[in-house]
């Protein structure tokens, strides 16, 4: 069967994501996408991304980063997606072919209909490069704030870790931090299944414990709720996706003041297990904000961190 490369771009302007709608006639005609196209034998990725992009949109690309890799099999035909993240381009995007674009706000992808192909692209789009979680030892109050400290320095994305809380004093924490975050980041909290109903716009954040007890159960959670898993291996990886996990944490990368005693995969290990896997993968241990091109350099959606994202200073 055919295998089609394909290189796409998540181009984002003023905190927005630009769509264009396939053409009536083509395959899939009248569904949105990230635009791309073919690669050319003879080409790189890259070369193929400015070029494909200069063709529909009539912008010149100055700044640009790989992000991804997926492959989809249609009945007539196998695709590998080769993604790329575009910030910054000379000129005014338009449709240099015909078609209709628009730009979205991320929160708001899941309303639009995508190729299958696609539909893991709307997922990196959807997704932050940093992925803040809570440090232990802090009370309550001392979360909060550091939360709304977070919030204003632009992190998107949170797991409320507490480990040191009570189940009756986390979920307490639980209904501060939804409100803290509100219309500003996307929350994930960690717990008890049972408590899913009790928070119903956050999502869910796995332990490797929970993993390996209901991977084969299948996803507990509707698409618009993120559910993430903590994975340290491939085996992980794999339940990760019988799951149906969103994305997952892979860790650790270096050593850590957290799990001091855990032998650390490093930057070369980590990137081949990314490459093995379909949906985006945050590396954790030891790494801070600096780390997020060299994390998107191999493969990675970005960091997560405790102390390397934490607003300021842990004892």
Known sequence: MEQIKVVAAIIRQNGRVLLARRAKHKHQGGLWEFPGGKIEQGETPEQALKRELKEELDIDITQLNPIFQTSHQYPEYGVHLDI???NRFDGEARG????????VLPKNLLQYEFPEANKSIVTVARLSNRYLITPDNLDRQEIIEGLRIALDEGIKLICLRAPNFFDPDYRDLAIDAVGVCAGRADLLVKGAFEWLGDFPMAGWHVTVEQLRKLADKGRPLPANRWLAASCHNAEELALAKQFGADFVTLSPIQQTATHPDAKPLGWEEASKLIANFDRPVYLLGGLTGQDVPKAQSVGAQGIAAIR??????LD
């Open 84 to 86: 790329w993240e575009v």
């Open 96 to 103: 240099a072919e015909g078609q209709e674009i628009t730009w």
């Open 308 to 313: 390397g994202l934490w607003p300021y200073e």
